[in-house]
């Protein structure tokens, strides 16, 4: 499962070091009960201080927040967990090597290439499960993935081959960008040719789902792929992959993590407590103080997930309020009123 990486730090840790504002230009003690003193008071011997417990709160509340949101949008829309599966059968062309250049070398995964009555869905990212490389010789190689929005490399996998052919990477993981290459530097080895039929270079059976093309693009010229065609095509220089077109809510969220703001501290302010519950240490915090903690947690609570106060009050919580009013598009092909999943398997 996901987690939010995006959310970390966004809110800060008001503190006598820190010195910069954080983008939400908000602070997690602000919050009543929230003290730099109890933070540094409750690290045991696994933290060095106040920070490493910010630090492990928010991680914490990073896979929760995922978790949370997934299941309070399912209570309101019918949503995929995935589009489309793509299997791409090794196929090799042995008769045909390309020597050593300084280029990337693979294919390109793209989810924006198509007018469609059915929008690409903003919801829809890549998730990759293997890569399958084939080695002209034995050896360790490195599998990259980059963005090719930004040029930017997003992650980068061993491979071992302990004979020349086919070896294996477990990649399993989700990216949410839209257009991304895997890839190998080709700059100090061989590739032998792989082919992919024209239909998978070009279009796919419905909308919303993935194109695939082989490239090799020269290192510099990442950025700028779409306008050299000549490195655009069906060889995919013995790379393979195996993945899915998924339906996740974190775009939702990373792309406006402003409209989360209030839940999320909320939800880190509970974080936080849960590290004084449980903390080794024992201080006034832990001892005398326990009760007024335990006070505390029961307010974050109400404030992130809703509920009554000691006046009798009702509160329907940050979360839910903040989900209770958003509209999705049943259009969007992350939602079930539109076609059937799809398996396909690419022949090489």
Known sequence: MSKLDCLIDWVGLDNCITTSTPPSGRYINELPGIEVMKLDQIANQDLSGFQDVWNRAQNRAGSRFAND??????????????????????????????????NYSGHTIE??????????????????????????????????????????????????????GYSTATINATFNNRRIFVAIDQSAIQLIETNIDNQWQLQTNSCGTARVKGATIPVADVVNYSSVNALLGSNTYGIKTTYSVVCIWDNLVCNHPEYWTDAWMYLCAIELMNELMFTSRLNRFTTTDLNQQKKAMSYYNMMYNGGQDELGQVFDGYLYSAIDSITLDCHDACFLCNDLITFRTALL
């Open 69 to 102: 949101i997934r299941r309070e949008f399912a209570k309101r829309f019918k949503k995929r967990n995935a589009i489309e599966f793509m299997k791409m059968v090794p196929s090799i062309n042995v008769n045909n090597i390309t020597n050593a250049q300084p």
């Open 111 to 164: 989810l924006d290439w198509q007018d469609c009555n059915i929008a690409n869905s903003n919801y829809s990212a890549i998730h990759i499960s293997y890569v399958t490389f084939y080695a002209i010789a034995a050896g360790t190689y490195t599998i990259l993935i980059l963005d090719l929005d930004s040029g930017l490399q997003l992650a980068s996998y061993s491979l071992t081959a302990g004979v020349a």
